[in-house]
């Protein structure tokens, strides 16, 4: 492979903590995220950030931090973008019924 | 009344907002409160300790206020002691089906 892109650990299902999960979305701006990822499906990173565009590029790349060590999303390279993706399914596996009251 | 119990302030249904109350529940400690207060109902302070003893009691009661100004738990005198009740049916109206997966 040719691709130089950068790849971020992301925990496995198991290693994914609730307490930790509902930090990442006690944040507004984080769960704003969220919620238009459950909306829209898989957004690249620049998508993502128009949700709040008064959001300095340092804090904007600070919440997808925690949101991804959180499980909450993936962010994987895809070309010359990256996408961020809602970890939906796994999540409704791990928790059943924690997103849905929150989307 | 005779009584000199304190008295403090808790946030009515309206002013209750689901950042704060993710963030309140994001801690294990407080996390297990509100699943004990589930689970037997409303407890006295000393109870409501007894859940990690081992948490210095000005922790538990750094706890106590998070809970309490989040909305999830009110904390009331009750002759000598004071009470501690979990906000079910009014974080139910607010938040529909939020509280039951994490209980």
């Not at 829209?40 to 565009?53: F, M, N, R, S």
């Not at 909450?72 to 409704?92: K, S, V």
């Amino acid at each position: 492979m040719a691709t130089t892109a950068r790849t971020f650990d992301h925990p496995d299902l198991a290693g994914i903590e609730l307490t930790t999960v509902l930090f990442a979305l006690s944040d507004p701006a984080r769960l704003d995220l969220v919620r238009q990822l459950a909306a829209k499906g898989p957004q690249t990173v620049a998508q993502c950030h128009t949700v709040d565009p008064d959001v300095p590029k340092s804090t904007f790349s600070h919440h997808l931090k925690t949101l991804r060590e959180s499980g909450l999303i993936r962010n994987e390279p895809a070309g010359r973008q990256r996408t961020i993706t809602l970890r939906r399914d796994e999540l409704e596996a791990r928790f059943p019924g924690l997103l849905a009251p929150l989307l």
